[in-house]
């Protein structure tokens, strides 16, 4: 299951990468933009991958126009038992990664501190053409494509980390760079990392979608 807020740049960008190059493999479970918590606990026992964009704190990770949606002590464990979870936000990899562990999560990725990048407002309608936020979106991408391969928690999140260095080493832009570093020396893999779900089809050549309409309340 994919969650896909856009109701913001941040939000929006990331969510955007997501549709291009992920959507297609997660059908049908794929929540896109206003999502409640009633909605997500309702769909939750179903699939084994549970990837979630949003805005984070180390507590707790947010959907569309901020609403919590998995919080730490407030969520059915049995909903996100024996589920391999992808956390793309900030924070949440501090307190709400390890807390799903412990309740039953096979593995969970995400980041200790803020997940930061430099973006292009110009392509915000479709920010897969986004050549600066691309240094940064690619690798997450990367890491979530080899989850649904079928390939283990553990060489998804080493890909993702791989992927944040070789594109700081070439970059030229010190504040693009700074940002990959940070994010690579804060991701997280919390868990079992040989923790896997069940492949999905491939996608060889994804077709770009319409420009994306910001989502708003």
């Known amino acids: 299951m994919l969650t896909l807020p856009m109701f913001d740049p941040p939000t929006q960008c ?9 959507v297609p493999r997660t059908m049908p479970f794929q929540l896109v933009g206003p999502l409640s918590t009633k909605r997500l606990f309702s769909t939750l026992p179903k699939g084994d991958v549970l990837i979630m964009v949003g805005h984070g704190a180390p507590t707790l990770i947010t959907g569309q126009n901020e609403m919590v949606l998995l919080e730490v002590k ?11 979870i992808k956390l793309i936000s900030c924070e949440s990899g501090r307190i709400l990664a390890p807390d799903l562990v412990e309740n039953g999560a096979l593995s969970v990725q995400g980041y ?33 494509q ?12 080493d890909a993702e980390v791989e992927g944040f260095s070789l594109n700081a080493e070439k970059e030229e832009d010190e504040l693009i760079k700074a940002c990959l570093e940070f994010d690579r020396d804060n991701a997280v893999l919390l868990g079992d990392g040989e923790a896997r779900v069940k492949a999905r089809p491939k996608i060889s050549f994804p077709i770009p979608p319409p420009p994306l309409i910001p989502l708003r309340a």
Request: overall charge negative; glycine content about 4%; aromatic content about 14%.
């Open 14 to 22: 990331m969510s955007g990468f997501l549709t291009r190059y992920v």
């Open 146 to 157: 080899l989850l649904l391969d079928g390939k283990t928690s553990q060489e998804a999140f």
């Open 74 to 84: 407030k969520y059915n464990a049995n909903y996100i038992a024996g589920k391999v």
């Open 112 to 144: 200790t501190e803020d997940l930061i990048w430099v973006l292009d407002y110009d392509y915000i309608t479709r920010p897969w053409a986004d050549k600066m936020a691309a240094t940064a979106m690619l690798p997450i991408v990367c890491s979530t």
